[in-house]
DNA sequence: GTGGTTCGATACGGCGATGTATCCGATACA
DNA sequence: TGTATCGGATACATCGCCGTATCGAACCAC
């Protein structure tokens, strides 16, 4: 019972070096092209250590797919936590646009975080066990975003033209689909706008559809 | 005339069939994973023909995505063509969007067509050839739906609450991104609901947006 | 210190996919 | 009818990667 096991402090690490080296390796080539070698030397061990800690690769894809949702939607919910500090003074359709890509730019704001998002989407429309695990964070992440309109509402007694859950639905949609086309857009002409102009572009998006769900 | 020089009839022919089965088998299992082995097969040849019609994988692939992206356009602006025929009677949110609906459906509606696209778009997230194709293609679509709004707009008379080139935009966005979610749903429970559902989902959720757009 | 356990490295066998080089049959042409 | 060409099949050599089995070293309790 002792077997409750201190993961020798060393394993855990190793796991997470791991799971690092992949997220890093899936987003660059994708998730069929990341050897298992190549996941193990980008981490700095062999393929001894990983059959040592995960039994294939989808299990550890599986694994990495669900930390990165639940950080995705802690990052976000703690961020609604601190948005009752912005004062209920002047408002108008930037402002709530401004403040949901505050509360989006985690997890969609670089590159990396894309690509990755991407790879898990994509294998969302095969795998049973993945779909089932992103449509659950989505959700999530729209009752959060639902939340946030919700609150904004009753602070500045303002109507929307759709209820909030669509409204979430909607923001959420645009911007992830403005992100991926900005990562594209730094593809295609290689000039790397990179951060900046995905920034820019997302953002613009966004306040198209505040402006729209206003009354 | 109708030919310069027949390619034998049968050479066509077999890049045809090659490409037919690779687009069959890249939605199956994905552009990594589906090897040249398989693709022949399925098309009845062996890989001797495939390396005598194509260099690569790649090369094919990349014959394909543009292959498909000019069927996307073409069926689309066909659509356009036989719109001035709906005659410019009633009138409410529910048309415009059964409207861009019947125009959209195609290349989106179909469970392949959904794995294909998606399959270009996480290629063009690596691939400046294919970013380029994509976002081209893209804008094209973009300017055929624009042209279907602005010409409904003058048909009967109607002021939208954003340009025609910003709705297309969003409309593009809210049903792709749906036909995407609504397969990602069947897979997560494979009762298979298949495109009665798929068609349901997109078609709720282009309503919404063409509510929101009109004044 | 000593023995046991644990974790990662090394070594091995094997499979599957790739790309090329060669062969064979059918069609086109004289 | 004989011959040249073309398209696809077959055969071959190779490589990368996988998963396991084994080894060795560090760490633990006693």
Chains 1, 2 share one sequence.
């Not at 997890?107 to 690509?115: Q, S, T």
């Not at 695990?133 to 509402?153: G, H, P, W």
Request: one cysteine or more; aromatic letters at 4%.
């Amino acid at each position: 019972m002792t077997d409750a096991k201190m993961p020798t402090r060393s394993r855990e690490n190793t796991r997470q070096r791991l799971l690092d080296a992949a997220m890093a390796v899936f987003a660059e080539v994708g998730l069929d092209a990341a050897s298992v070698e190549t996941i193990c030397e980008r981490a700095g061990f062999t393929r001894g250590a990983f059959y040592s800690n995960f039994a294939s690769k989808d299990e550890l894809f599986l694994e990495l797919a669900a930390r990165v949702a639940s950080e995705r939607v802690a990052a976000v919910q703690s961020r609604v936590g601190g948005l009752a500090a912005a004062g209920p003074d002047g408002f108008d359709e930037s402002e709530i646009s401004a403040i949901l890509e505050q509360v989006l730019d985690v997890g969609a704001d670089d590159r990396m975080g894309v690509l990755l998002m991407s790879e898990i989407r994509i294998r969302a429309l095969r795998d049973p066990d993945v779909a089932r695990a992103f449509l659950e964070q989505d959700a999530e992440m729209k009752r959060n975003v639902a939340q946030i309109i919700t609150d904004i509402s009753a602070l500045k007694g303002i109507e929307f033209r759709v209820d909030a859950a669509q409204a979430a639905h909607l923001m959420l949609t645009v911007w992830e689909t403005a992100a991926v086309r900005a990562v594209i857009q730094g593809v295609a002409d290689e000039s790397r706008g990179g951060e900046a102009a995905l920034r820019a572009a997302t953002g613009a998006h966004l306040a198209e559809v505040a402006h729209l769900i206003l009354c």
